[in-house]
């Protein structure tokens, strides 16, 4: 298992020395501002404010990452986060905090399992553990986090596909699907070899590697890092679906999105009291209302990268484009 873990992380190291440049959502957004002054719009950072070309104040936000203070407090925090949307009816996954001091009362966690363990104000999927299914593995990962983190969050585990919504200026501009990893199987490569292929591609394409990888994902599907892949067999590599974990951004079309959905994401959204905000929302299928699907709102980011947005269909200007149409 340790060997395993050390080849993946060699493969990696090796993989992610140029790593692609990630650009959060905020006034001193290169692209955001390269945009805006395409429209005639600019921005006073000491101000905070965006005017027009006659130096008419079109909004003033109170930082430059757009959310108050106290708003992003809240969405870093994600139990409070998660307390506030399950207090106003909006489906969240169900959690308790472990730490240091509790954590011997989940030595028989039987009940929670599927689970989902990670940190409670960890950012961009980094040490988010899910699908745990043993108390062995449970236990495991739980002391691993606590030599990083005080207070791990666990949460039951949600299925489907993961989303990330886009809102500002309290108007959903995008939807993205975050595609799970996975490899093309040829008859002649082991799955290790099939994975550096792809991390490959990916950073040769000026994308995030699939750094994180899950073991029991693979045994889970009857594979190791050693086995021959059947010729167009596909392998899922990792249950963290993320795009900085090497999952493919695609963009869903906004019309497509069901309307009930739509009301959900900008209520807790308002909730949070946010100018901008990524959702992460788990759902088997977003054209239909989360009421008859189980779809949950995994959490909700303050600060959302725009890199996906951008990478979908690698049409960078196109969501610049359509969030300054809401100045105008």
């Known amino acids: 298992m340790f060997r395993v873990c050390i080849v993946i992380l060699c493969i990696v190291l090796i993989l992610y020395i140029h790593p ?60 409070l986060t ?30 929670y399992f599927p689970c989902v363990l990670k940190p409670v104000d960890g950012q961009q999927g980094k040490d988010v553990y899910t699908h ?10 739980l002391n691993q ?33 975050r595609e799970t ?27 995030y590697p699939v750094k994180t990888m899950d073991v029991s994902c693979l045994q889970r599907q009857g594979y190791t890092l050693s086995s021959i892949v059947s010729p167009n067999e596909k392998v899922f590599i990792t249950n963290t679906i993320n795009y900085h974990n ?13 309307r009930d959905n739509k009301d959900m994401f900008l209520k807790a959204h308002r909730l949070l009291g946010l100018e901008c905000s990524g959702i992460d929302y788990m759902s088997p299928d977003i054209t239909l209302p989360y009421y008859k699907n189980k779809g949950h709102i995994i959490e909700i980011n303050s600060k959302p990268d725009t890199e996906i947005h951008m990478k979908a269909e690698n049409r960078p200007n196109v969501f610049f484009q359509t969030l300054i149409q809401t100045f105008l």
Do not use: C, W
């Not at 921005?43 to 936000?61: F, G, P």
């Not at 745990?132 to 990962?141: E, M, N, W």
């Open 20 to 79: 692609p440049l990630t650009e959060p959502m905020s006034m001193r957004s290169t692209h955001f501002n390269r945009n805006l002054n395409d429209y005639g719009y600019y921005i006073d950072t000491d101000a905070r404010s965006i005017y027009d070309k006659h130096d008419t104040l079109i909004k003033h936000y109170p930082t430059l990452s757009f959310n108050s203070n106290e708003s992003s407090r809240i969405a870093i925090n994600k139990p």
């Open 145 to 177: 986090m606590f030599k990083t983190h005080d207070a791990i969050m666990l949460e039951n585990l949600v299925e489907g596909n993961n989303y990330r919504i886009f809102i500002f200026n309290d108007t959903i501009l995008d939807v993205i699907e």
């Open 132 to 141: 745990i299914d043993s108390q062995r593995q449970f236990d495991l990962i």
């Open 181 to 207: 990893p996975y490899v093309i199987g040829n008859g002649t490569s082991t799955l290790q070899e099939l994975i550096l292929h792809k991390n490959n591609e990916l950073v040769s394409n000026k994308r």
């Open 82 to 111: 998660n307390t506030i949307l399950l207090d106003h009816n909006i489906p969240t996954p169900t959690h308790d905090i472990i730490t240091i001091q509790n954590k011997n009362t989940f030595k028989h966690a039987k009940s």
């Open 246 to 258: 090497g999952a493919n951004p695609k963009r869903i079309p906004l019309h497509t999105v069901d």
